[in-house]
């Protein structure tokens, strides 16, 4: 019980990679969204959004965001597959994040 009300006092940060493109959101340990970066938001355009290196951008952006913003301590949702999901946690720890705990949250069909 003490991991969950730990994890309860953690920042978010939710990834998703899909093969078009990747968002990424920061939010708060009250559950309120901070700030979304994608690929777009750097100007990234058409097929380039879905480039390993948009996506290490992205994170890479976000991760300096949260910094300014004076957060550090992180758990982090990753979502999708993406091309980009295997540098996510290599570029946020890249940026100066401590991350706490790192869940994937990918729906798997069943049977479906």
Do not use: W
Request: charged share 20%; proline share 3%; net charge positive.
């Amino acid at each position: 019980m003490i991991v969950k009300k730990q994890e309860q006092s953690l920042s978010v940060i939710s990834i998703r990679c899909s093969s078009n493109n990747t968002i990424a959101s920061l939010i708060n340990p009250q559950g309120d969204l901070i700030t979304t970066i994608s690929s777009g938001h750097l100007k990234y355009k058409g097929s380039r959004k879905g480039t390993q290196i948009a996506s290490q951008q992205v994170i890479f952006c976000l991760g300096e965001k949260a910094l300014m913003l004076g957060y550090t301590r992180f758990l982090v949702k990753i979502k999708g597959i993406g091309k980009g999901r295997n540098s996510i946690i290599k570029e946020l720890r890249k940026a100066g994040l401590e991350l706490v705990k790192v869940v994937d949250v990918t729906p798997v069909p069943h049977n479906g």
